[in-house]
């Protein structure tokens, strides 16, 4: 299955760009493929996107299709139209006031 | 004017952008020339009032001192007062020279990018930080609000109101403790509208007590003045606290066991007892004399008061802990702090403690309900200080000790709670709780809400905020950082500043530190005027005013008045930009295609503003600004609802149903009275800042109030006897409204408004009559700051007061920049951490002054 993964916002000087592909199974979890990225971006994009503990980071949304998800270990087809692939949202805390 | 002469005579609806209140307009345009602007009383925001500033903004719009064309600076050097050479350019080379600068700071690391704001542009901010979300830096900064910012307020108003900022319930409330905040004068939000709501609740018999060093625009409006020492508020909360529990033995049992966490039990470690299974807290069931998760629905009721043994270990509800905690601080330990009589505290209190009612209940629509005529306001002059956190917390418990918090009568957030405009159910947020019981917001402006407490990180951003995750509004610690990122770990330095009309050099503290932060840095500014700040800027563009200008965002979360109808707005320019002026949201849509981000720019967009389909914006096609904020009215009120409708009607306005603002009641999500994580996470701010290499104080993260001591109460220096501090006037905001001529007229009228307010006999003491200038320098910056004495008996003797932002030095501002046209009291306030409430980054704002007659009176 081809997976085409999209990244916003403050993750760029991480991701220097904004989209890849990877080739897994039906089966890869949203923590395999997060997995998968940062074995090919380096080890601060893990840190950037989930806590110590392994949950995601609270700046984080992840899109599969148009469905928003918490869950990082069900399988990413779990009912869910592929097409438009898995968008990663990394918002700023910026400051109000 | 002729009538035969008048081809367009015109009144078109729009909102006002000269502060954060929003109020409706209806603006007069005859032959396309702006001739009058008027309140809109078609909305219950304003209720067709306005502020003087509101009824001024047509002087801003003529001004002959606006920037019209785009400018950049020869002159390389950069200085507060080095003057930038300006040179006319087009739009073409800013815009080009802009976007490769931004191409290769986004290409090298674009963390390097910062945006700063103010609240003359909040409409535009939010646009920019979805700009600034894209381009990939988490770096924003709303300096504009600088050391005015409510900061620990807002943190509160996300942990116990589940809203940026509170209002008293205007239609209700029968007693209002306002400590220093500007509620019904001429500043806060709402301003115009709560001003007649609290005239009106007046007139109803709401008695209004202001405690506050000076007898402020509001305090001068409130039945009762108790002058206080300025930062120890907290002192007078804790000693009202301690009448209230421990004499008068006075508090909402039934609010405390279902609304709050009062009933948790926490084990001599200071944390929550936590079930084996679930891990959640547990609290004690006097009935079955046993402990059970908060949520069984086996509990027959909740022990607020006891000591139990759970499992062999000791366990206290966290209501007995708060009680025990405020044995020592009685009416007359606070005395000699606040230098409020004990007397005087304890009649506060007992009134207080009556008007609350607790145990009454009222019918609103067909709802029976608790009945708490109490509130208890405060902002930034009981806030900011360097105890700010610690302040609040006991502030805001008065309000939750009483049950008093979003219910009839009492304090209400600004908005908790929204079910939607009836058609389409939207803009829709519901407070919820967590798996601990406690509330999350149902929204939040900024991203993301205090609480769920946030992993303790590196720092990463320019602001400290990813170590110290509690700081909600503009921290204190950003000058500081920028200037040395190294030593705080921060791995890059600031590049570049997009700065969207914020004056930072007169809204922070000292301007010589905070320009040093900022010299080296390649600044872009979209400004109005040739301010200070633009000084250091490379590039300025000419940007719109609100009145030239188009906005999906005027409106916000506390925009809306807390009760009554829901209100949403258009601002629409009223006359086409003048001369070379452009919109910043056009702007950076233009920017945004010459750096190829559309796709991910349009991304937030849709995700941020909630755009679902038809409405979400489609990356392979370019929309105008006019087309986003179609379909963002579209997709909020439906396809009828749309921008044409807006400009046409202007307000779209339904009443609020009573869960809505009176939400406690029927909400599950319990809120502290027990700061159970505030000390772990103190803890881990610790160890993430010795591994930096940080010295930080953080023995303030903790989880019940005190009042400690500010930097101004510990200084003895002999001379300095004379503690500073400013206030808001309700004729300008921030520093950017002082070179108004009517503004400055009515200025001029008022001797407070550019003068200095002094006790009388205080005064007379060192030889210093009415009128006499005066010279006031800093223990803390040692700079030295003139004005004319304005000698009142409405001022504490230990104090004096400084309105507002004067004290212009730009040449470009005729009118402001005159000596005698306020004073910049930022020159007093020290730049640095230690002058900083660590949990919060809140900036203190009072100091320790010499006082003396200047030897030029002239
Ligand atoms: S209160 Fe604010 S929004 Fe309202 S008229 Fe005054 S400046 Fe404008």
């Known amino acids: 299955m081809r997976i085409e993964v999209s990244f916003y916002g403050f993750v760029r000087d991480l991701v220097n760009t904004s989209k890849f592909v990877i080739d897994t199974s039906d089966k890869t979890t949203l923590r395999e493929l997060l997995d998968l990225a940062a074995q090919r971006h380096g080890e601060k994009l893990r840190e950037r996107l989930l806590s110590a503990k392994g949950d995601l980071a609270p700046n984080v949304q992840i899109f599969v299709g148009e469905h928003a998800t918490t869950s990082l270990d069900e399988p990413i087809d779990h009912g869910h139209d592929l097409c438009t692939g898995v968008k990663v949202f990394v918002l700023s805390a910026t400051a109000g006031g | 004017m002729q009538t035969e002469n008048v081809q367009e005579d015109l009144w078109i609806p729009t909102t006002c952008g000269l502060c954060y209140s929003v109020c409706a307009l209806k603006v007069h345009r005859v032959n396309g020339t702006v001739i009058k602007i008027e309140g809109n009383p078609e909305s219950s925001t304003n209720r067709g009032r306005l502020c003087p500033r509101g009824v001024s903004g047509i002087m801003a719009l003529y001004d002959p001192n606006r920037v019209n064309v785009p400018l950049k600076r020869t002159n390389p050097k950069k200085g507060l007062d080095v003057d930038p050479g300006w040179k006319e350019i087009t739009w073409e080379e800013a815009i ?172 001599d470690d200071g944390l929550y007892l936590r079930d084996e299974t679930e891990k959640v807290p547990l609290i004690w069931d006097p009935v079955d004399g046993a402990a059970k998760p908060f949520h069984s629905p086996e509990i027959k009721d909740f022990a607020l008061e006891g000591v139990y043994a759970v499992d062999g270990a000791s366990a206290r509800p966290a209501f007995t802990v708060l009680k025990e905690h405020l044995t020592p601080f009685t009416p007359e330990w606070a005395e000699p702090i606040t230098t409020v009589s004990a007397a005087t505290i304890r009649r506060v209190a007992k009134e207080f403690a009556e008007e609350a009612r607790i145990g009454s209940t009222v019918v609103i629509d067909g709802k029976v309900l608790p009945y708490r005529p109490v509130a208890v306001m405060y902002f930034k002059g009981a806030q900011g200080h360097k105890n700010a956190l610690l302040s609040c917390m006991a502030l805001e418990l008065l309000t ?40 999350i917001t149902g929204y939040w402006p900024t991203f993301p809400p205090p609480y769920p407490p946030k992993e303790v990180r590196a720092t990463e951003t320019i602001d400290l905020r990813g170590l110290i995750p509690t700081c909600p509004g503009s921290s204190g610690a950003l000058p500081v950082v920028m200037a040395d990122p190294k030593r705080f770990g921060v791995p890059y330095q600031i590049e570049m500043n997009l700065q969207l009309g914020s004056n930072y050099l007169m809204t922070f503290a000292n301007p010589e530190a905070v320009a040093r932060a900022f010299q080296d840095v390649f600044q872009v500014s979209f400004a109005l005027f040739l301010d200070e700040s633009t000084y250091l800027s490379d590039i300025v563009l000419p940007a719109a005013s609100y009145l030239e ?117 029927s909400s ?61 006037l309700p004729m300008q905001t921030f520093s950017g409204t002082y070179d108004n001529p009517w503004l400055d007229e009515v200025c001029q009228t008022n001797p407070f408004a550019y003068g200095v307010a002094i006790n009388a006999a205080a005064a007379r003491l060192k030889g210093i009559e009415e009128g006499d200038w005066i010279e006031i320098t800093s223990v803390s910056t040692g700079h030295t700051i003139r004005g004319r004495a304005a000698l009142t008996e409405g001022i504490h003797p230990e104090v004096i007061a400084i309105a507002g932002c004067g004290g212009h030095w730009s040449k470009y501002l005729p009118i402001a920049n005159q000596e005698g046209k306020g004073l910049c009291f930022e020159w007093l306030m020290p730049v640095g951490l230690d002058n900083v409430d660590i949990p919060s980054l809140t900036q203190d704002s009072c100091v320790k002054v010499r006082v003396a007659k200047a030897k030029e009176q002239t």
């Open chain 2, 400 to 439: 939750e000790i009483v049950g008093s918090s979003n219910v009839p009568g009492g304090l209400l957030g600004m908005n908790s709670c929204s079910l939607g405009y009836p058609e389409t159910g939207q803009p829709s947020w519901i407070p919820k709780a967590d798996r601990d019981g406690l509330m």
């Open chain 2, 668 to 728: 599950t999500a319990r809120v502290p009275i027990y700061f159970e994580w505030f000390k772990s996470l103190g803890e881990k701010v610790k160890a993430q800042a010795d591994e930096i290499g940080i010295p930080l104080d953080t023995s303030a993260f903790q989880p019940l109030p005190e009042w400690r001591p500010c930097r101004a109460h510990e200084e003895n220096s002999p001379g300095y006897d004379f503690h500073a501090i400013y206030y808001k």
């Open chain 2, 96 to 267: 080009d020279t802009i976007a490769a600068r931004l191409r290769k700071i986004r290409h090298d690391d674009p963390r390097k990018l910062l945006m700063t704001g103010t609240v003359t542009t909040q409409d535009e901010v939010p646009f920019a930080r979805f700009f600034t979300m894209a381009f990939g830096t988490p770096n924003g900064w709303n300096s504009g609000a600088g050391n005015h910012c409510g900061t620990a307020e807002h943190l509160y108003g996300a942990l116990l109101h589940a809203s940026w900022a509170k209002q008293p319930d205007s239609d209700h409330c029968r007693y209002l403790l306002n400590f220093g905040s500007g509620v019904g004068s001429g500043s806060y939000y709402t301003v115009t509208g709560m001003a007649q709501r609290i005239a009106e609740a007046r007139l109803r018999g709401m008695k209004h007590v202001a405690v506050d060093p000076f007898l402020s625009p509001s305090a001068e409006k409130a039945d009762e003045w108790i002058p206080i020492r300025p930062g120890t508020d907290a002192a007078f909360a804790l000693a009202m606290l301690h009448v209230l529990v421990h004499e008068l033995k006075v508090c909402d049992a039934d609010y405390l066991k279902h609304h709050t966490n009062g009933p948790y039990l926490i084990g």
């Open chain 2, 549 to 665: 200008r188009l906005s999906h965002t005027a409106d916000w979360m506390s925009s809306n008045s807390a009760v009554g109808e829901w209100c949403y707005h258009v601002r629409q320019p009223v006359v086409d930009p003048i001369a070379e002026r452009r919109s910043v949201c056009e702007v950076l849509l233009e920017l945004v295609e010459r750096l190829e981000m559309r796709e991910e720019f349009y991304a937030f967009i849709n995700l941020l503003l909630k755009l679902k389909e038809p409405y979400a914006l489609d990356p392979t096609r370019r929309y105008s600004w006019s087309e986003i904020v179609d379909h963002r009215y579209k997709s909020l009120f439906g396809e009828a609802r749309g921008l044409e409708w807006f400009k046409k009607h202007g307000v779209l306005k339904w009443p609020k149903q009573a869960e809505e603002v009176y939400w406690k009641p």
